[in-house]
Structures are given as structure tokens and as C-alpha cells.
């Protein structure tokens, strides 16, 4: 069963920036999709951005043009470099691999606020 670990939150200022990462444990990284994924506090977990094995990317409507999602597949990893944060920001962050598990990692919190 593959790991995932997520690291790089913390507290940051509106406007400031962070940057996520996800490492993945496992082999055949490269083949798959990979995501990035949100949840506030009683709000449901959403979409923030995804990878596909190719490099091709999708980003929910309220990052786009300030988060960035790329990866490293020799490292097997995951990145997500968040620019220009808000507090509606403010959410634990999860990784996502799209394989026939669903694997999750255990999420890092980000919090926005002055």
C-alpha cells in the first residue's frame, strides 16, 4: 500500500506564500494522476489542483492563477507552490494518488490570517 506524506503548511499572512509537498512511497510514481485537495471546517473536501502522469494540470476556479501543482517523478513527489493566499485559503491540505485505493495522505494544515 503506497504512503503519502504531506508536509509544508503552517501560518502565513494574506497574501504571503507556501509551499506544499506530498512524497510518495511506492513504485511506478510516473503512471499515475496526483492531486491536491482541501477541506475547511464544516465544509465538504474539494478539488484544488491535479497532475496527470503526462504533466497536463486542472485547477479549481478560485486558485487558478495563484497555485501552482507540478511534480518530480524521480522524486516521487508532489508539489503545490500557493501564492497570493487568502483566509478562505485556510483548510487542511491533502494528497491524492488516483489509483484503484484511493490513497490519501494524512493532510497538512494552512492557515491564513493576519
Known amino acids: 500500500q503506497v504512503q503519502l506524506v504531506e508536509s509544508g503548511g503552517g501560518l502565513v499572512q494574506p497574501g504571503g506564500s507556501l509551499r506544499l509537498s506530498c512524497a510518495t512511497s511506492g513504485s511506478l510514481f510516473s503512471i499515475y494522476s496526483m492531486g491536491w485537495y482541501r477541506q475547511a471546517p464544516g465544509k465538504q473536501r474539494e478539488l484544488v489542483a491535479e497532475?496527470?502522469?503526462?504533466?497536463?494540470?486542472n485547477y479549481a476556479e478560485s486558485v487558478k492563477g495563484r497555485f501552482t501543482i507540478s511534480r518530480d517523478n524521480a522524486k516521487k513527489m508532489v508539489y503545490l507552490q500557493m501564492n497570493s493566499l487568502r483566509s478562505e485559503d485556510t483548510a487542511v491540505y491533502y494528497c491524492k494518488r488516483y489509483d484503484v485505493w484511493g490513497s490519501w495522505g494524512q493532510g497538512t494544515q494552512v492557515t491564513v490570517s493576519s
Open positions: 497532475i496527470t502522469s503526462s504533466g497536463s494540470t
